[in-house]
């Protein structure tokens, strides 16, 4: 279990140089954005524009803050998705464009390499006390507005807005939560 604090996550620029990004974690440690094997980070998204390419990788998204996003995925009906959408799963290796609702968002982005990783990506909502099972040997739990202290096992601690929470061979355990916050959980498994 380990606590990624939000001014140590990794700013980089996007893979199409259109942005930036900010890496919450990746697997293997230090991977660059062709050879990961999963990956968690935010993105804030200031013009309509397309989306980096990643051969073989799946990607879900939900925006966190901002007006929304229409994305125009190939093959697809255009969608839009609010801070209040549930998460949205597609390829990311066909094109897919961002046209801006009213002004810039920032998203939450979960990446897995196709070929031997699955992922899955809820938004929870803390108001006291909570127990969410784990059911994947990866999980993160990303406290992105308010606070909360955990317990794991033998293991506690507090995430502020912003801050994460990495849990190695977590599959079958619980992580009891209590505050008032909301947060995303992605789950990363073997397929």
Request: hydrophobic share 45%; glycine share 10%; charged share 25%.
């Amino acid at each position: 279990m380990r606590i990624l604090r939000a001014g140590d996550h990794k700013r980089m620029p996007w893979k199409n140089g259109g942005g930036e990004t900010v890496e919450i974690a990746v697997s293997p440690e230090e991977a660059g954005l062709a050879g990961f094997d999963w990956r968690v980070s935010m993105a804030t998204v200031a013009a309509d524009g397309p989306f980096s390419i990643f051969p073989g990788i799946d990607r879900t998204l939900v925006i966190l803050d901002g007006n929304g996003m229409v994305l125009d995925i190939e093959g697809r009906a255009p969608v839009l998705l609010t801070a209040e959408s549930d998460p949205l799963a597609f390829p990311a290796d066909i094109p897919v464009a961002a046209r801006l609702q009213d002004g810039a968002i920032t998203d939450l982005n979960v990446m897995t390499r196709r070929a031997g990783l699955a992922h899955r990506l809820v938004r929870i909502e803390i108001d006291g006390g909570r127990i969410v099972p784990l059911t994947s040997s990866t999980s993160l739990l990303l406290c992105h507005r308010g606070t909360l202290s955990f317990r794991q096992g033998d293991e506690t601690g507090t995430l502020a807005s912003g801050d994460a929470l990495l849990m190695a061979d977590a599959a079958g355990s619980e992580l009891k939560i209590d505050g008032k916050a909301r947060c995303y959980l992605a789950s990363i498994a073997a397929s």
